[in-house]
């Protein structure tokens, strides 16, 4: 049975979480705690006794985000949900969050109808579920085809990232001038926005690709997360607009709720942004913003795929192979907040290079060059 202490200021939260976590079997409410404060206590007191932790954002004495803040000062590595609110100033609360380290987050109900028709519930619980890795970080089955991987040497522990493994049949990656066209297209989901706020912020003004990013996220939180990435950035980072040509000096992120391709225009690329069905459950979905490049004449495609649950992103990359010159950067097992969609793509034999998180940067910029 995994542990869960529940911190929230508001006693009718606080019921109704703990109402959904007895629901499970394989979860026990170990304790409660109405700030960030108390919780504190409660962690600092025993800090291995909690499998996962469900905190709420906004609270008296201490809040969630100083919280996070503390325990980071502290080194402790602990699977924190958070549960925010819709409203935009939670959405950026939530992102900073996440930027400190959160597992993941769940949105509040809006309404008591809202509280009672299961999907806050199954929200809640799926979380916890991941997090406390009740289930395996990825799902479907994989190739179990692999190649040789590029190892980098990971300058501050000083230890191979990587062992290589045999050869798989990959057309190879071909290096090309400074002024052909290139794209570079990342990927992430659980996880994602701590490890972009340590990728992004390193590459260089100058860098000779445009991005684009579909990182798993609900509608009104991925304006935040690109809002949030462009302060502290060289390169302008937006929220994809539908109809927007595609340039170098920007990042684009995906907008949630909708799916992202890149397009053929007039001008050169756009990106179509557009409201319509998820795939698997994921709007975005990295395999048709990596589909959509299969068409285009980019010369060199650098395909990133950071931490998250399940294997998105593998699919499409497997048709780019097949038709477009390739680079693929995948992160690290010892980095990765969850790592399911770098593994897939790893044991799929797609892979160029295995880095851990701080290196990201550092192999996107060798492989693309600056202008």
Not at 21 to 37: C, E, M, P, Q
Not at 48 to 57: C, S
Not at 192 to 211: M, S, Y
Not at 249 to 278: F, M, N
């Amino acid at each position: 049975m995994k542990n869960i202490l529940v911190v929230d200021d508001s006693a009718l939260m606080r019921r109704l979480i703990s109402d959904i976590i007895r629901s499970d079997k394989r979860f026990d409410i170990s304790d409660v705690a109405t700030n960030g404060l108390e919780a504190f206590d409660l962690i600092t007191l025993n800090p291995t006794k909690y499998d996962a932790i469900l905190l709420d954002i906004n609270m008296p004495k201490m809040n969630g985000i100083q919280l996070l803040e503390q325990l980071n000062k502290m080194r402790l590595k602990l699977k924190i949900i958070m549960v925010s609110t819709l409203a935009k100033e939670g959405a950026k609360e939530t992102i900073r969050c996440l930027e400190l380290g959160a597992f993941d987050f769940v949105t509040k109900p809006e309404s008591y109808i809202e509280a009672k028709d299961g999907a806050f519930k199954e929200k809640i619980l799926t979380a916890l579920i991941f997090a406390t890795e009740l289930v395996p970080p990825t799902h479907g089955k994989v190739a179990d085809k692999t190649r040789t991987v590029l190892t980098t040497l990971n300058t501050q522990t000083h230890e191979r990232v990587t062992k290589p493994k045999v050869l798989l049949e990959r057309k190879s990656h071909v290096k090309v001038v400074n002024n052909a066209k290139k794209i570079v297209a990342l990927a992430c989901s659980t996880g994602g926005p701590k490890a972009l706020h340590q990728v992004i912020p390193k590459l260089p003004a100058n860098l000779d690709a445009p991005i684009v990013i579909v990182q798993h996220m609900p509608e009104g939180f991925t304006n935040s997360l690109a809002s949030r990435l462009n302060e502290l950035c060289a390169l302008t980072v937006k929220e994809a607009e539908h109809g927007e040509l595609v340039q170098k000096g920007y990042v684009y992120v995906a907008k949630g709720g909708s799916q992202l391709r890149i397009v053929k225009s007039r001008d050169g690329y756009t990106l179509s942004v557009t409201t319509e069905a998820a795939r698997n459950g994921l709007k975005p979905c990295a395999d048709i913003m990596y589909e959509s490049l299969v068409n285009t004449d980019y010369e060199d495609i650098t395909c990133v795929i950071l931490t998250g649950m399940g294997g998105d992103g593998t699919q499409g990359i497997k048709q780019l192979n097949e038709k477009n010159n390739i680079y693929v950067i995948a992160q690290d097992e010892a980095t990765s907040t969850v790592y399911g969609m770098p593994k897939v793509i790893y044991e799929a034999g797609l892979v160029d290079e295995v880095v851990s998180i701080e290196m990201v940067a550092e192999a996107i910029t060798k492989n693309v060059g600056v202008q």
